[in-house]
């Protein structure tokens, strides 16, 4: 099996593209692929579960079905620290979720070491 990167940097204002990566990184841990997940941008917002639990795009579902689907499958979740920090996302929205904040070499690194990067 590969490693997959989905990077998301659309959140609630544009809805079917930021739920369409968590269904494609949903889809690729069904499949056995190594995920990694990095929220940027607006996309930042995704984390917190008021958004989660009312954002579904058109045709691509739930946000939150597909957010826990690859929590327990353990895809990797980090988000932009320098986004978060711009959004008012804090330590306390990751709490008791397997994400982490990241800076701009985080990123870098994960897209290196992935054999496939996609952007949503």
């Given at each position: ?24 990184a949903k889809t ?43 929590v327990s499958a ?33 990123l870098v690194r ?11």
């Amino acid at each position: 099996m590969g490693s997959l990167l989905v990077n998301i940097t659309h959140g609630p204002e544009h809805p079917f593209r930021a739920v369409l990566g968590l269904l494609v990184a949903k889809t690729a841990l069904a499949q056995g692929h190594e995920v990694s997940v990095f929220l940027a941008g607006d996309a930042v917002q995704l984390i917190r579960d008021a958004v989660l639990d009312n954002l579904v795009g058109l045709g691509s579902g739930s946000a939150r079905e597909h957010f826990d689907s690859i929590v327990s499958a353990g895809g990797r979740i980090y988000l932009s620290g320098m986004s978060s920090k711009g959004r008012g996302v804090t330590e306390a929205d990751l709490e008791g979720k397997p994400a982490e904040m990241a800076m701009p070499d985080v990123l870098v690194r994960l897209a290196m070491d992935s054999d496939t990067t996609l952007t949503y």
